[in-house]
């Protein structure tokens, strides 16, 4: 079943702004991670933070979780054109070693 | 290089005919997956295989098949019960407590 969902769906911005998405889950995890996926393409692992943090940083990436409200944020900063993609969260519940993913947000980053 | 590789990229299916997508992987995961993605949606998961000889139905197992005689390949047919087939599908695998490591899909369609 579905355990994550991101909010918004669909993200436009200029080059050099800053992006953010928010995804949102239902059962307790071990872990959430972050993918992008270029449009016809397999998906790319950005980042993978566990339950007992609360942030974690990756180059332009930065992650945030909140267990207490079951949520997760995605910033990529100084956007990029080469950024456009489709960006998913997914959940690890544990157990058997099998991954949620949400539908995605799309985000367009116009040069 | 370590990588996973799908093929074929492109596949065409005729009513009631079976067909076979190849995944190889030469990472040395024990676990591989393959879900399905359809236009505008998350990934749901078909298949999964924790371990080689051993696999578990997913959320859309129904009209599908797998095996996993090879620690290295996980082979995905879809058969003639799976009434709409047309999908992008994806193979992954992963160590545990990491991400998954995704193969660049193959595009099934039905003719």
């Known amino acids: 079943s579905q355990q994550g969902e991101e909010d918004p769906q669909a993200l436009s911005i200029q080059e050099g702004e800053n992006a953010t998405m928010n995804c949102s889950y239902k059962t307790s995890i071990n872990n959430l991670q972050w993918y992008r996926q270029n449009s016809g393409r397999g998906l790319v692992h950005l980042i993978l933070?566990?339950?007992?943090?609360r942030e974690k940083h990756s180059g332009r990436l930065r992650v945030t979780l909140d267990t207490s409200k079951k949520s997760s944020s995605l910033l990529i900063t100084a956007s990029r054109a080469a950024d456009t993609a489709s960006y998913f969260c997914?959940?690890?519940?544990?157990?058997?070693?099998?991954?949620?993913f949400g539908k995605g947000n799309q985000v367009v980053v116009i040069p | 290089d370590g990588g996973i590789t799908q093929s074929p990229k492109y596949l065409f299916r005729k009513e009631g005919q079976n067909v076979t997508l190849s995944c190889e992987q030469n990472?040395?995961?024990?676990?591989m997956y393959w879900y399905r993605q359809d236009p505008g949606q998350g990934l749901r998961l078909i298949y999964y295989s924790q371990i080689v000889n051993d696999f578990q139905k997913g959320d859309i197992a129904e009209g599908y098949s797998v095996s996993r005689e090879k620690k290295e390949s996980f082979p995905l047919t879809v058969t003639s019960a799976q009434k709409n087939p047309t999908a992008f599908y994806l193979c992954?695998?992963?160590?545990?407590?990491?991400?998954?490591?995704f193969g660049s899909g193959t595009r099934l369609t039905v003719v």
């Open positions: 990472l040395n995961h024990d676990a």
């Open positions: 992954a695998s992963k160590k545990r407590e990491s991400g998954y490591t």
């Open positions: 997914a959940t690890d519940a544990g157990g058997n070693n099998r991954l949620a």
């Open positions: 933070i566990r339950s007992n943090e």
